[in-house]
Nanobody, 129 residues
Framework: VQLQACGGGLVQAGGSLRLSCAAS????????LGWFRRGPGKEREFVAA????????YYSDSVKGRFTISRDYASDTGYLQMDRLNPEDTAVYYC???????????????????????WGQGTLVTVSS
């Protein structure tokens, strides 16, 4: 599976962006998807995840209520809608995929980088104040 993250850019505080994570090589309908980010001088951190069936989502406290993760099975694409952005959201955003057909994965497990089998290359989001 190859993942291609895109949609990053420069946005003013309070604005919105939608990131995409397009998969190729294999359908990702049986994969859980996650988004992580690495801000300047920071370690990569969990942002959001969605299970393989799309009926369970998880968010970090820092983005809950502002970001929405979703997926489209027809296009094998995951999305991260980011609203009310603030400068602290500035980071390179990465998408990951975890093979998990029919399995329920705990939020704690979904929030760990080591859980994921595949990663995209990252897309830069810069939020100006």
């Amino acid at each position: 599976v190859q993942l291609q993250a895109c949609g990053g850019g420069l946005v003013q505080a309070g604005g919105s962006l939608r990131l995409s994570c397009a998969a190729s090589g294999r359908a990702i309908s049986n994969y859980a998807l996650g988004w992580f980010r690495r801000g300047p001088g920071k370690e990569r951190e969990f942002v959001a995840a969605i299970n393989w069936s799309g009926d369970a989502t998880y968010y970090s406290d820092s983005v809950k209520g502002r970001f929405t993760i979703s997926r489209d099975y027809a296009s094998d694409t995951g999305y991260l809608q980011m609203d009310r952005l603030n400068p602290e959201d500035t980071a390179v955003y990465y998408c990951g995929a975890k093979w998990a057909p029919g399995r329920s994965i705990s939020p704690q497990t979904m929030a760990r980088m080591s859980t994921y089998d595949y990663w995209g290359q990252g897309t830069l989001v810069t939020v100006s104040s």
